[in-house]
């Protein structure tokens, strides 16, 4: 079955600093979606990918899908404490089609 | 726009006892699901509905989990007995077709005790 692996689980940045996260799928991947979430509660849509190379950016966030489709990284620049929260990839599930597959998340932490 | 309502937002229950979530979706969406999201997991599916039909329960525990979407606008899901392990967020999301275009609720966190 396909599965979403998220890294780091969790990270703590100082304000100001950059980090990136990372989402590798086990299988090819045909639409790569990031999600933030504020502990405990709903998901809010961040990005969509869909083609080899592909990247996106919102404000400071930006979203790259690597050539092959099997890996995605979510780079956030001069992070404040607003981005703190719970970073999610998902993709459409392969076997179960309208089902999104979610990655464990990546905690994230910004101290002021 | 109003968003995916839950409610209530957060409930605590003994194990063995009854419980049961609202959600009612954006209006006009067709397709309406259930996640469950264990601390420190990703959101898993449990059942999908296109109007008041089912089209994916695999992943519900139907032993003890139920849901229903009368009308093909607000849905209930309940779980009677409940168990330690379900102590969760019960997301609810709405779309008008994928699941890539869903709006997702705030969430119900569930703690059995």
């Known amino acids: 079955s396909q599965e979403l692996e998220q890294s780091p689980q969790s990270l703590i940045v100082q304000e100001g600093k950059n980090l990136t996260i990372n989402c590798t799928s086990s299988k090819t991947l045909y639409g790569l979606y990031w999600y933030k979430q504020k502990y405990g509660e709903g998901l809010i849509f961040l990005m969509m990918?869909?083609?080899?190379?592909e990247e996106k950016s919102h404000e400071k966030i930006t979203a790259k899908l690597d050539e092959k489709k099997q890996q995605s990284s979510l780079h956030i620049t001069a992070s404040q404490p607003s981005h703190a929260g719970i970073y999610l990839c998902g993709a459409e599930g392969l076997e179960r089609q309208g089902n999104l597959i979610f990655g464990k998340g990546t905690k994230l932490s910004v101290k002021p | 726009e109003a968003g995916v309502a839950q409610s209530p937002r957060y409930k605590i229950i003994e194990k063995r006892q009854s419980v049961a979530f609202w959600c009612n979706p954006i209006s006009g969406h067709a397709t309406l699901y259930w996640y469950q999201q264990i601390l420190g997991q990703g959101p898993k599916l449990l059942i999908q509905?296109?109007?008041?039909?089912?089209?994916?329960d695999s992943q519900l525990p139907k032993d003890r989990f139920s849901a229903e979407r009368l009308k093909g606008v607000d849905s209930t899901l309940k779980i009677q007995p409940a168990k330690l392990e379900d102590s969760a967020v019960y997301l609810c999301?709405?779309?008008?077709?994928?699941?890539?275009?869903?709006?997702f609720g705030q969430g119900t966190r569930l703690t059995v005790v």
């Open positions: 509905f296109q109007n008041n039909g089912v089209v994916d």
């Open positions: 990918l869909q083609k080899g190379g």
């Open positions: 999301a709405s779309s008008l077709g994928r699941i890539t275009e869903a709006f």
